[in-house]
Structure formats: C-alpha cells, structure tokens
C-alpha cells in the first residue's frame, strides 16, 4: 500500500458558479475541516471562462499532488481538457481529481457520493460528504469519452453528452442557476411546455453482453468499483480525519483551445501513436465523421428523437440518478434516447422516476437504453443544441468513445 504524506492540493473555485456563493461554501464548511485533516492547499479562484483550462495547461503538475475543483461541472470539464491538451497528457491526466460541488449542476459529485453508498445528499450536505471524501484521499479511476465535432476538434467529457431536450434544459437554465440546482427542474417544465421533437440519426457500438456465468465455474472478477489505491493523506492519524456527514447542469463554451484530431495509422490494439514525449491518444473505434459507420455498430432506424443521452456517470444532477449501475471506471457510455410520440405526462413521469432511478421500470415504449463503446449522432434538423458536461459545444454531427479509466479521481 502507498503511504505517502501529501505535498499539496491545487483548489480551484469558480466564484460565480451556481448561486454565486461557492467560495463563501469553502469557507463555511471545507477551510476548517482541511485543516483538521492537515491537508495542505492553495485556493486559486478563477476570474474567467477558461481561466482554469489554461492553468492547468501551463502547471508544474510535480508542484501538486491533486486539483480539485469547487464548482459545478463545468469546471472540471475545463481543467480535464486543459491536461488532455498537454504534450504531456499521459502523465497529466493521472494527476488525481476531486470535486466540491459549488455549481448549480453538481453531477460528478452526485454521482461519487452516490459510489460510496452513502443515502442520498444534497447542498451542504453533499458538500460535507466531498470534502470527507477529499480528506480520506482514497484515489480510483474515471473513464473519459472522446468526442469529435465536426469541426475536427476533440473534448474529453466526463459525465454527458446530450441533444434534444436535455441539452435545451441544460443551456435554456442558465438564466435560472442563482436558485441552484433546482434550475433543472424549472428548466424541465418549461421545456415540457413547448415540447419538441428533434430530427436526427443515431448510431451506436453496443457492448457485448458476456453470458451470465454458470453456477460453479470460475470467472474473471469484475473491474474495481471501489478505489483501490489510497494515495492521498494515507498516513493521517485517524482522529483527525473529521467525520462523515452521512455516518448516522452555462455559459457558450469556447472550443478553441481543443485537441485537433491528429490522423493517425493505427493498429489492432493501440491506443497511442507517436514517440514517447508526443503520443497522441488515438480513437480506434471511431473512423473519420465522414465516412459511413463500421458494420459492426447499430444504426437506430427511428429518426425522430425527444431526447438523446450518453451518460459515463450515475447521476445527471443532484437529484437525477439516470443511469443506475454506472460506476467511475465502469467502462460503458450508457446511452438513453427518447422517440417522438411520447405524450407530456409520459415524459414528466420518466424525469421524475429519475429520482429513484426507477426510470427504466415505467414501462415506456419511447425510452431505450443501451450500454455502449462508442456513438454517432447526425442531426437533421438544422438548428439546436448539443451539450457535453452540460457545456454547450458545436452544433452538427458528433461522435465519440469511451476510454476507460483514464483518468484518475477522489472518492470512496
Ligand atoms: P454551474 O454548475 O453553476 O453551471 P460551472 O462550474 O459549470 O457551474 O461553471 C459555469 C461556467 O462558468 C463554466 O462554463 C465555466 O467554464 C465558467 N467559469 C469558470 N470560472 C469563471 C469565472 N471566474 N467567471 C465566469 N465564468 C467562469
Ligand atoms: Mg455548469
């Protein structure tokens, strides 16, 4: 076991996020207990879009045994891709992550609340249980998707991509994130009020289902759920660890500074190209968005959508818990869509199910859920918007795949 003391923790706090109070949150209830828990940290608050990106981009990683961010998604979103733009990716992107929830769209940290099976937790509570999670140190892995635009840029996502009327509520409530998370839910009716349906193709590379292993026979035991290397204040007395709480979805996002989609010749197999310092990840699954998709995927025949969601996480927001055996390092897009012809109450039904997870229990023919390596998705129609990690990107055709386990995070 790795027992290290650690050097110190980069905290990034995006002032503005959610109700505008995620520094003064540091302050009330995360300051304190890093301190109990002899957690060294430098607190940078960001001053623009993009600030973060460009840090971490920039960083002497050896300087910082972690970053952890105090925001809503969004910010993460930018900090992975700052690392993922790299020349030293590789190594970058196994700098630890952690998440605070500061923001308004507090997915990831429902989502790795929700992995340590602690009962569900929302605001402050959900906020004591993080920064537990960040004193503990306990680090696993967290699978990222690729996503390809068709401007040839390249973002890497940690928790969605979505199009239709996820993605509408995702970016039509902003203008509502000063009541916090609760903006999904105003977002939502509104958008059930003007429903729509959403013109497109979508294709997909379903995992293959291993048969259900016999009775008596030895199998391969499945990937850690749990994270398997303590790295991170390993070696603190435990009295000074505090005490867990649970023991008793933005702005236009600017894609400029995005991976280029580097050709390369691949092999079977390979998932780097190139010397040593310049490696490039390579996509193997994917061929260029130009080209017709491999014989081996799926191409949904329905062609008219209400929804559609690839989700690597098991929560969407605080209160949304989507995709129900998602784990980190689950190696799996879980991929939702909704056809047209579902009527309003249907819908409502569905998001509200969500919260329980008992979504895919109601029985609703419109609602498909497969899980995935990789997908496409061609919209049709000519206007609308496409959200990954709840940030808005670049209309068009898109498509991605998962990498599992690249990165590395906090939780447990
Ligand atoms: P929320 O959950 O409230 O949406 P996010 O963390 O997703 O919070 O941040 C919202 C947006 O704010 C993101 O697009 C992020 O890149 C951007 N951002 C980060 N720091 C700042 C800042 N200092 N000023 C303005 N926008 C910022
Ligand atoms: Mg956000």
């Given amino acids: 076991m790795e027992v290290r003391r650690p050097r110190r923790v980069m905290i990034l706090v995006n002032p503005h996020s959610g109700r505008g109070q995620a520094l003064q949150l540091f302050t009330a209830h995360i300051e304190g207990m890093l301190t109990e828990a002899a957690v060294p940290y430098s607190l940078i608050i960001t001053e623009h879009q993009n600030h973060a990106r460009e840090l971490v981009r920039k960083a002497d990683l050896s300087q910082w045994d972690a970053l952890v961010i105090m925001s809503g998604d969004g910010l993460l979103f930018e900090v992975i891709n700052g690392l993922m733009e790299r020349e030293d990716w590789q190594e970058a992107i196994q700098t630890p992550l952690g998440i605070l929830p500061g923001g308004s769209g507090n997915a990831l940290a429902a989502s790795v609340h929700h992995y340590s099976q602690s009962p569900p937790a929302w605001n402050e ?15 696993g892995s967290l699978d990222l998707v690729s996503i390809h635009l068709s401007s040839q840029q390249r973002l890497f996502s940690f928790l969605s991509l979505a199009w239709g009327f996820v993605a509408d509520v995702d970016i039509e409530s902003e203008k509502y ?16 009020y003007s429903l729509k349906v959403y013109q497109g193709k979508l294709a997909y590379l379903a995992v293959k289902e291993t048969p259900k292993p016999q009775k008596g026979t030895i199998t391969a035991s499945h990937p850690p759920s749990t994270p398997q290397h303590p790295s991170l204040c390993s070696s603190l007395p435990c009295q000074l660890i505090p005490t867990s709480p649970n023991q008793n979805h933005h702005r236009n996002h600017s894609t400029t500074n995005s991976n280029p989609i580097t050709s390369v010749i691949t092999t079977k197999g390979t998932e780097t190209q190139g010397d040593a310092k310049t490696k490039t990840l390579v996509d193997s699954l994917l061929p260029g968005l130009d080209q017709p998709v491999p014989e081996s995927w799926t191409v949904v025949k329905e062609e008219d959508f209400v929804l559609v969601l690839a989700i690597y996480q098991s929560h969407l927001a605080e209160d949304l818990w989507t995709a129900p055996g998602a784990m980190a390092d689950d190696g799996f897009i879980h991929l939702f869509y909704v056809t047209a012809g579902i009527s309003r109450p ?20 419109h609602l498909v859920y497969k899980k995935v390596k990789a997908l496409r998705l061609e919209p049709i129609s000519p206007q609308g918007v496409i959200s990954v990690d709840g940030e808005m990107v670049e209309y068009g055709p898109v498509q991605a795949q998962i990498h599992p386990g690249l990165a590395r995070l906090i939780y447990g």
Avoid: D, W, Y
């Avoid at 994130?177 to 059930?192: C, E, K, N, P």
């Avoid at 249907?346 to 029985?363: N, P, T």
């Fill in 125 to 139: 509570e959900l906020l004591l249980s993080c920064g537990f999670m960040l004193c503990k140190g306990l680090v």
């Fill in 346 to 365: 249907a819908l409502l039904r569905l998001f509200l199910a969500m919260e329980k997870g008992s979504h895919l229990a109601c029985g609703c023919p």
């Fill in 177 to 192: 994130r000063h009541v916090g998370a609760i903006r999904f839910l105003m977002g939502t009716l509104v958008r059930l």
